[in-house]
């Protein structure tokens, strides 16, 4: 099953990583959030990741050999650099690397959303395709979501879960499944969150829109 975009964030400054992770999620994305570079070979090897957000001056692995090592693994993940240096051969070795773009510290949070979006598009293939069914159509790249003509304006949550519908359509997807893409790592999840979530989308899309399965989960039909 296709999930949200999911960025992995690698970033030891608790204070910036802790806004990015934020920023991030209100951007609709779902984040995964390593403080150190040690573990971000078996974290790309154990989960599909659309995009690395990858800090450079790490402790433990550097951020540059974290990328010379993902690199040589073959995982061809866009990788977007943040840097406290701003030197030209610093970027050069970054590019050279495998990075494939690169931001200088301090940077403005609406410049990285932009850069995160070109690599997604540059990235292209079936995820970041126009994404449609039972008249709704997404777009998982900029977020926009049209029906009956209309772009709608939806929380962070209800675009998460009713991506996961359109990419799932026709199939039941459990509400374990939808919960895991409105939530990362070490947050609780309520007992009906889900459901609060479902019955806003059907306010939205009409009733009919989404079907239940008691026990099974939900479903948007193609
Ligand atoms: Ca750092």
Redesign the pocket.
């Known amino acids: 099953m296709e999930a949200n975009v999911r960025v992995l964030l690698v970033?030891?400054?608790l204070q910036?990583g802790e806004s990015l992770e934020t920023a991030l999620r209100l951007e609709h994305y779902a984040v995964d959030w390593l403080r150190s570079g040690d573990a971000v070979r078996a974290t790309l090897g154990a989960t599909p990741y659309d995009l690395m957000v990858l800090?450079?001056?790490?402790?433990g692995v550097p951020?540059m050999q974290v990328l010379r090592q993902v690199r040589a693994d073959k995982q061809d993940i866009p990788v977007l650099l943040?840097t406290?240096r701003q030197t030209l051969a610093d970027k050069v070795d970054g590019l050279d690397s495998g990075a494939d773009d690169y931001l200088t510290k301090p940077f403005e949070i609406e410049e990285l959303f932009a850069r995160i979006r070109t690599l997604l598009r540059r990235k292209g293939g079936l995820r970041s395709q126009q994404l449609e069914a039972a008249g709704i159509a997404l777009d998982p790249v900029d977020r926009v979501v049209t029906f009956a003509g209309e772009v709608l304006d939806l929380t962070a949550r209800e675009y998460a879960i009713l991506e996961i519908l359109v990419r799932n359509a026709g199939r039941f997807v459990s509400r374990p499944r939808l919960e895991e893409g409105i939530y990362s790592w070490g947050e609780e999840v309520g007992s009906n969150t889900v459901e609060v979530y479902i019955s806003r989308l059907r306010k939205r899309f009409g009733s009919s829109a989404i079907e239940t399965m008691r026990g099974v989960g939900y479903r948007i039909p193609r």
Do not use: I
Request: aromatic fraction near 0%.
């Open positions: 970033e030891d400054d910036l800090d450079l001056g790490l402790p951020g943040l406290a």
